[in-house]
């Protein structure tokens, strides 16, 4: 595990190596918005990003994954502009994002698994109701907020879009194999209590009237990134 997060470490300082950092100070954006860019060639930009937000870029997290680290970790923007001295790829800034975080905000962090919350995706009492989906289906289907329509895709892949929705991870525990046709629709935003009848309701009541599935709340373990040490960079 050490050697591991050596290696990891290294890596980092090697692309951080080639990462200049033009200008990182705090923001003077007052609403709350953000912004980052990754153009085509290695460079980085953000506009009022919080550390959160860059460790969930750098090392691709969501924010239950995030653990530890002070109040202004989430609070404190800053607009950041930093160019390669070699082309890099998409996961090669990622891995210099990282590397900044070392070098300016002396980030000391590791990795560990805990038991928090999670949905089961498990099939209702009255079974699913989901169709198998044709042999010559495309996979290429459409996701836009509160409205999925899927003419081929397995159970793992719909856990994947409801974990995105939720925020909180989703493991498919229907036992279903294969892959799917299905249309699911719902409001975004409404919490389970809120599962009454509408044109377009929860997401839970989606799931349990429309594919005949069900979202069951309880714990499982995650792993998550805890920050050990965070310090407040000197800006440039």
Known sequence: MKRAALSIALAAL????QFEVVSLKQTSTKDG??????????????????????????????????????SWMDSAGFDIEAKPSVELSREQVRQAIQALL?????????????????????????????????????????????????????????????????????????????DFAFSLDWTRGLTESDAGPSARPSIFTAVQEQLGLKLESTKGPVEVLVVDRLEMPTGN
């Open 14 to 17: 090697a692309w951080g190596q």
């Open 33 to 70: 918005s953000f912004t980052f860019d990754f153009p085509a060639g290695g460079r980085f930009t953000g506009r009022n990003l919080a550390v959160k937000n860059l460790l969930r870029i750098s090392y691709q997290l969501e924010d239950y994954q995030i653990a530890g680290g002070p």
């Open 102 to 178: 070392a070098d300016r905000f002396h980030l000391v962090s590791h990795r560990e698994t805990r038991q928090l919350p999670i949905y089961a995706l498990v099939v209702g009492k009255a079974g699913s109701k989901l169709q198998p989906a044709a042999g010559d289906a495309s996979s290429n289907g459409t996701f836009k907020m509160g409205e999925l329509k899927a003419p081929k895709m397995s159970m793992s892949g719909l856990a994947s879009i409801l974990t995105f929705d939720l925020k909180r991870p989703v493991r498919d525990q229907t036992g279903l194999k294969g």
